[in-house]
């Protein structure tokens, strides 16, 4: 089994900054693309940022310029370091990791999700 455990988020004025970490723990033996995903009520779910292995990055339009994302590979962690937020930021954020398992196949994990909210 693999547990993806976020923490950070909160509320938080426009313009103001926040930062997610998503750590990944259980049977790995090895992580490839990490990255966060989000949903807004009444939108679709959506990619924000994505980060590969090999650390790679790609954004979603709407954050490029004010979300940056990293990840420490010893520590199995992806961190979103968010600035510069908008009201319309606000979303429940989640983790994703694929994860290859010491005696298995490629699986996607999901974090439970941490909610973002962005006062105007």
């Known amino acids: 089994q693999v547990q993806l455990v976020e923490s950070g988020g909160g509320l938080v004025q426009a313009g103001g900054s926040l930062g997610l970490s998503c750590v990944a723990s259980g049977s790995i033996f090895s992580i490839g693309t990490m990255g966060w995903y989000r949903q807004a009520p009444g939108k679709q779910y959506e990619v924000v940022a994505l980060?590969?292995?090999?650390?790679?990055?790609d954004y979603a339009d709407s954050v490029k310029g004010r979300f940056a994302i990293s990840r420490d590979n010893a520590r199995n962690t992806v961190y979103l370091q968010m600035n510069k937020l908008k009201p319309e930021d606000s979303a429940v954020y989640y983790c994703?990791?694929?994860?290859?398992?010491?005696?298995?196949?490629?699986?996607?994990?999901w974090g439970q999700g941490t909610q973002v909210t962005v006062s105007s």
């Open positions: 994703h990791a694929s994860v290859l398992p010491p005696q298995g196949t490629w699986g996607d994990y």
């Open positions: 980060v590969t292995s090999t650390y790679t990055t």
